[in-house]
């Protein structure tokens, strides 16, 4: 079982950058495919990007394509999303999450992290 840590959320003004880290305790960080997610004030939870094992492969939401990048340091455990040109709309609480599987829900998840775009 794999737990998941975030951290770098914060307050930032539109047209800024934060850089989000979750940190995976374990040897075994290789096994997963990791994601963020979201999910802003008053909606639900969203995905916004993924990325596979070897960090190879990405996948966006249209909203972020563009502005943001997901990357991994597998020998770190770790895994980013920077995000750049920030807008109020991406305000929310953003969630990493792990699975061992190819495809399906993910099964582990962070607590979270806030970030805060004022326009």
């Known amino acids: 079982q794999v737990q998941l840590v975030e951290s770098g959320g914060g307050s930032v003004q539109a047209g800024g950058s934060l850089r989000l880290s979750c940190a995976a305790s374990?040897?075994?960080?290789?096994?997963?495919?990791m994601a963020w997610y979201r999910q802003p004030p008053g909606k639900e939870r969203e995905f916004v990007a993924r990325?596979?094992?070897?960090?190879?492969?990405?996948y966006y939401t249209d909203s972020v394509k563009g502005r943001f990048t997901i990357s991994r340091d597998n020998a770190k455990n770790t895994v980013y999303l920077q995000m750049n040109s920030l807008k109020a709309e991406d305000t929310a609480v953003y969630y990493c999450?792990?699975?061992?599987?190819?495809?399906?829900?993910?099964?582990?998840w962070g607590q979270g992290t806030q970030v805060t775009v004022s326009s």
């Open positions: 999450a792990a699975r061992d599987s190819d495809d399906g829900p993910y099964d582990y």
């Open positions: 990325i596979t094992r070897g960090g190879v492969i990405t």
């Open positions: 374990g040897p075994t960080f290789i096994r997963y495919r």
